[in-house]
């Protein structure tokens, strides 16, 4: 579910559909948080570390709101490719 979801979402992206890419970052992020999927995970986690400008400003929104999610991710927040925003987003508190 979550891969398919990530697939809309960087549809989304690709597309500048702002609205979409926030209720597809949304769905991955509750269901990710709730299933810790590590098959899953490897495909989002990638795609997050390569997202820049306004697609990662909307991805790191998202994963500020859900921390148990999040953290699956906390990896990206030293990967210095990553862009600030997601890096911070996925930062450990």
């Known amino acids: 579910m979550a891969i398919w979801l990530q697939g809309i979402a960087a549809r989304a992206a690709s597309q500048r559909h702002w609205e979409l890419l926030e209720e597809a970052m949304q769905a991955i992020c509750t269901w990710d ?20 400008g306004d697609a990662a400003a909307v991805a790191a929104s998202i994963l500020r709101e859900y921390p148990d999610s ?22 450990q508190r």
Not at 37 to 52: E, F, H, N, V
Not at 75 to 84: C, Q, V
């Open 33 to 52: 948080g709730t299933w810790n999927q590590w098959s899953a995970q490897d495909k989002i986690g990638p795609w997050l570390a390569s997202l820049t």
């Open 70 to 91: 999040a953290r699956h991710f906390s990896h990206l927040a030293d990967d210095s490719t990553s862009d600030p925003r997601i890096r911070q987003a996925v930062r």
